[in-house]
T-cell receptor, first 115, second 118 residues
Framework: EAGVAQSPRYKIIEKRQSVAFWCNPISGHATLYWYQQILGQGPKLLIQFQNNGVVDDSQLPKDRFSAERLKGVDSTLKIQPAKLEDSAVYLC?????????????FGPGTRLLVL | AQKVTQAQTEISVVEKEDVTLDCVYETRDTTYYLFWYKQPPSGELVFLIRRNSFDEQNEISGRYSWNFQKSTSSFNFTITASQVVDSAVYFCALSEAREDQGAQKLVFGQGTRLTINP
């Protein structure tokens, strides 16, 4: 079974530029999560989708971050404009139906460096 | 509010030593799940174990074992006869059901960087 796919794996941009990340969850998984992991810290949830609807985006900096999952499968996370403090690893995860008992499976992440 | 504390920021041991990673959590719920993930240098979070709050039996999987003690809100992870390939950052996480629905809210600890020296 294929795991969670993410691209690109690495991205370097200048501050104030835009960047987009892509995620394809495990086939059949209804719930998709985007996390931000700053160096030396644990992952922090940015947004959670159930199919193509948003369950939780309370920690998403909406003035610069946006995310969509239009067809309920793959998802994109965008940052516009990027700030230095956005340098982090962006992890995508998925679970079968989003119930609290379930295990989330993670992709390899995208390492973003903002200069 | 839920919280996970991994007080050990970094641990370094020599290969074949046993090592225990500590995890202490806070929650108001009686029903919750605990997880351990491994993050090797490649960056992907690899699932290791899931344990629900009603199952306090210790679990062993090869060289890995987990000690869940509800009385002290701890879920510690022990690697026996450590190997260089065990070097990674290990995260403990707590999952609760959201108040408005059964959807998951997963909170991670800060992680413990484990280095196994040959």
């Amino acid at each position: 079974e294929a795991g969670v796919a993410q691209s690109p794996r690495y991205k370097i941009i200048e501050k104030r530029q835009s960047v987009a990340f892509w995620c394809n969850p495990i086939s059949g998984h209804a719930t998709l999560y985007w996390y931000q992991q700053i160096l030396g810290q644990g992952p922090k949830l940015l947004i959670q989708f159930q199919n193509n609807g948003v369950v939780d985006d309370s920690q998403l900096p909406k003035d610069r971050f946006s995310a969509e999952r239009l067809k309920g499968v793959d998802s994109t996370l965008k940052i516009q404009p990027a700030k230095l403090e956005d340098s982090a690893v962006y992890l995508c995860a998925s679970s079968l139906s989003g119930r609290y008992q379930e295990t989330q499976y993670f992709g390899p992440g995208t390492r973003l460096l903002v200069l | 509010a839920q919280k996970v504390t991994q007080a050990q920021t970094e641990i370094s041991v020599v290969e074949k030593e046993d090592v225990t990673l500590d995890c202490v959590y806070e929650t108001r719920d009686t029903t919750y799940y605990l997880f351990w993930y491994k993050q090797p240098p490649s960056g992907e979070l690899v699932f290791l174990i899931r344990r629900n709050s009603f199952d306090e039996q210790n679990e062993i999987s090869g060289r890995y074992s987990w000690n869940f003690q509800k009385s002290t809100s701890s879920f510690n992870f022990t690697i026996t006869a450590s190997q260089v390939v065990d070097s990674a950052v290990y995260f403990c996480a707590l999952s609760e059901a959201r108040e408005d629905q059964g959807a998951q809210k997963l909170v991670f600890g800060q992680g413990t960087r484990l280095t196994i020296n040959p």
